[in-house]
Structures are given as structure tokens and as C-alpha cells.
């Protein structure tokens, strides 16, 4: 048999959609999913349709959220004028993992990327300026990825907060903790270097 019959190759084409899912994975999980009982079918397409009735943006951050307003920016220990700008709710869940970030976050939902057609207007820039110019934001960190348009997004925002007169920082960028310089590309030792500090 060549062919997937339809209900199959929909079923292969709907997980073909997901990120980093190629034509061979997505069939393994479309066949993973008809080899399971019916009701843990139904339970996990509920799941599926709860998230997506139930999760909204966070009206401060942008973050995922069940509530108007995320637990980061409703928690009171939380330094409130320290805003760390990230391209999307992964990158804030991995800085949480690290247990060294006390401030609060801005998700842009996105980077500016021109051969893609997405400018600043596409992603949430206006609401980042509007929370710096409320008054209250003393330092904004720019956690954009270390690649050409995670540059860009961070040399646009830090252009358009000047005039604030708010320290505006970049997270390091460098050889991985447990690597080897033997192995690292130019562009990250690169980074490294530029990115050294004095030892005190």
C-alpha cells in the first residue's frame, strides 16, 4: 500500500503542521493515535480545545495565561522595573527554569524579520514602549536569540527606548557552560568576546 486512505493522510497532514514535525514523524504519531483506546482519543482532543477556549495573552506581558493578568506580573516580589523583552512564552518559561531573573517580562510574539514580511508593527512593540513610557520601567533587557533578526528586533527596541533615558542591556551571548572552545563556531566565540567582563 502506497497510499495513506484520506482519514489517515488528514490525520498524518494535521501533525505535519506542528513546528519540527516532519512527513515521517507525523505519520508515527497519526498512526500512534489510532492505535490508542477511544477514549484517551477523545480525552486528548478535549485537552486540545480546552487549551485553545481557555488560554489568552496576558494583558501586561503577553504572556500564556488563563487569567487577564499572568502569576510573573501579579506576583508583588517580582522587581516591576526590570522588563526582560523575549520572542515568544518558551523563552520566558527557560528563563524561569534559571532562577536567577526577578523582574518581570514583555513577550513580542515574534522578531522582526523583512524576508518574511513580519516588521515591528506585527509584533507587540507599541505595547512594549507604551509599559516603558507609563514611567515605572527602569531597565529594559533585550533577550532576543543571538541571530540576525533577534539583532535587528534588539537594535530597533533599543533605538525607539533612548529617549527614555532608561538603561537598555543585551543578555550575553557566549560559549555554553561545559563547552569547548576546540569545538564553538566563530559568531559564538565571537559573541564571547565581545560579551567578556572583568574578573573582580
Known amino acids: 500500500m502506497d ?3 484520506e482519514p489517515i493522510a488528514k490525520l498524518a497532514a494535521a501533525f505535519g503542521r506542528l513546528p519540527g514535525v516532519g512527513p515521517k514523524s507525523a505519520q508515527r504519531m ?11 482519543v477523545t480525552a486528548f482532543g478535549r485537552a486540545l480545545v480546552y487549551a485553545k477556549e481557555r488560554v489568552v495573552l496576558c494583558e501586561r506581558c503577553g504572556m500564556y495565561t488563563d487569567q487577564p493578568i499572568c ?45 518574511s514580511g513580519i516588521g515591528p508593527d506585527e ?22 536569540n543571538p541571530d540576525v533578526e533577534g539583532d535587528v528586533t534588539a537594535m530597533y527596541i533599543a533605538q525607539l527606548l533612548r529617549p527614555f533615558g532608561i538603561k537598555v542591556s543585551r543578555i550575553a551571548h557566549g560559549v555554553p ?22 574578573l573582580e
Open 177 to 198: 557552560v561545559g563547552g569547548n572552545l576546540e569545538y564553538t563556531d566563530e559568531v559564538t566565540l565571537q559573541k564571547a568576546l565581545e560579551g567578556r567582563r572583568e
Open 30 to 40: 497519526a498512526f500512534h493515535v489510532l492505535g490508542m483506546n477511544k477514549e484517551d
Open 123 to 144: 509584533i507587540r512593540i507599541r505595547e512594549l514602549v507604551e509599559r516603558v513610557a507609563a514611567g515605572s520601567v527602569r531597565e529594559v533587557i533585550l533577550g532576543t
Open 3 to 5: 497510499q495513506l486512505i
Open 71 to 115: 502569576t510573573v506580573c501579579t506576583n508583588p516580589k517580582r522587581d516591576a522595573s526590570v522588563l526582560c523583552v523575549v520572542r515568544d512564552p518558551r523563552d520566558v518559561l527557560a528563563l524561569e527554569r534559571a532562577r536567577e531573573y526577578r523582574g518581570l517580562y514583555h513577550v513580542l510574539h515574534g522578531v522582526i524579520a523583512p524576508m
